[in-house]
């Protein structure tokens, strides 16, 4: 389980170290950095798959994506005795990620390519370069915890005798050593991170329009794990009956809509789902559902996988849902949380306090235009360290 998220200079998030517990709720006000965390969270899992470099450049590259603000703000201005002006930096330019949690723990930083100018015949001015990478045992970078360590295009590794090996060839500044030395037999710890941090799961505004992949009708095959786009949907649902727990399957749907069950037909070798509700004749096809009724049954298939990754990230999920379906779709994150790390960005109110007896709630404001943990002090963060280029 993750324990510590740390994000530095990332959009609005110029320094946010949090503690995460097995149910997180983050929530606040529009425009105080929801997205952002979510965000860094999602780089962080591109990382794993090589593809924060490029995640960054379809933002804009460092240059839309950095901290905006000045490196310091004093108390005077704090105060508002003096007016904010920029000042001269005196560090060097770094995007930061991380996480650790109770097995491993890991951070990259980001930079601008060869200093501030980069190769000027280059067409590639948005990506940026991986300046640092640091993989460690335990809760908080030490210098005895490294198992291994990246410095701009060399990678040294520690064995299991203690001593460091120098991995063979040089990796390119956009590449991850997640991605590129994730081997069995000489780097077994990079492996470990890179697979634990593939195995997590985001859904992110999941289409329900009316041409929505979720209500046409597919070739089904078992499907233990929703797809991002919810295609998939009957045959996701008709997993769950089939090998997973349809009895919960069967009360998330009962709870939201009394006494409607879900049907999964085979028309013509596809798969099609129809919600049988009571008082109807017929049970309405997935092109003729609400896109809310929609959407809690994509929730209900995400959250009753069969195949639980350890750490699952929604995004806003009760965009489209009718208040009265807060309360289900609640009980049903709280049932994933037996087996699923969750973390859940929401807006919603009703949805955050109807979590929050057993959550961990972060509610996030903005502070001279940073985002910040409301009530959390200096010496309320989790203990952290960044490797140092």
Do not use: C
């Not at 050593?177 to 492996?191: I, N, Y």
């Not at 099609?272 to 017929?282: A, I, T, V």
């Not at 502070?367 to 360290?385: K, N, S």
């Amino acid at each position: 389980m993750i324990t510590t998220l740390a994000v530095e200079n990332y959009r609005s998030l110029r320094h946010l170290v949090v503690p995460l517990d097995r149910l997180n709720v983050v929530t606040g006000a529009n425009g105080t950095g929801k997205s952002s965390l979510y965000r860094a969270l999602r780089l962080l899992a591109d990382s794993a798959r090589g593809g924060a470099v490029a995640a960054l450049a379809r933002e804009g590259g460092l240059p839309s994506t950095l901290w905006a603000g000045p490196e310091k703000t004093s108390r005077a201005v704090r105060e508002g005795l003096r007016p904010l002006q920029g000042t001269v930096r005196t560090e060097p330019v770094s995007l930061r990620l991380g996480f650790a949690g109770d097995e491993f723990g890991y951070a990259v930083d980001f930079g601008h390519p060869g200093g501030a100018a980069g190769d000027p015949a280059s067409l590639f001015t948005l990506d940026p370069e991986i300046k640092r990478e640091a993989i460690w045992s335990g809760p908080v970078l030490r210098p005895a915890s490294v198992l291994s360590e990246r410095s701009g295009p060399a990678v040294k590794v520690r064995a299991a005798d203690g001593t460091w090996h120098r991995s063979s060839g040089e990796i390119r500044p956009y590449d991850s050593m997640l991605g590129e030395l994730a081997d069995p037999q000489r780097a077994p710890d990079v492996l470990a991170v890179r697979e634990q941090i593939r195995a997590w799961r985001f859904y992110d505004h999941v289409r329900t329009d009316a041409h929505a992949p979720a209500r046409g009708t597919h070739v089904g095959t078992r499907t233990p794990v929703l797809s991002g786009d919810g295609a998939d949907l009957a045959a996701a649902l008709q997993t769950i009956r089939e090998i997973g727990d349809r009895e919960a399957l069967d009360e998330a749907v009962d709870a939201a809509f009394p006494g409607s069950r879900v049907e999964i037909d085979l028309v013509g070798g596809r798969l099609e789902l129809r919600l049988r509700q009571h008082g109807l004749l017929r049970p309405l096809t997935a092109a003729e559902l609400s896109d809310g009724t929609l959407r809690y049954l994509l929730w209900v298939a995400a959250l009753l996988t069969p195949r639980p990754p350890a750490l699952m990230v929604l995004n806003e999920p009760e965009t489209s849902l009718h208040p009265d379906l807060l309360a289900p779709l609640a009980d049903l994150i709280r049932t994933a949380t037996t087996h699923t790390q969750m973390v859940v960005v929401t807006h919603a109110r009703p949805l955050a306090q109807a979590l929050s007896r057993r959550a961990n709630v972060i509610e996030l404001v903005k502070e001279f235009g940073r985002t910040v943990v409301e009530g959390q002090g200096m010496l309320d963060e989790p203990l952290w360290h960044w490797p140092k280029r």
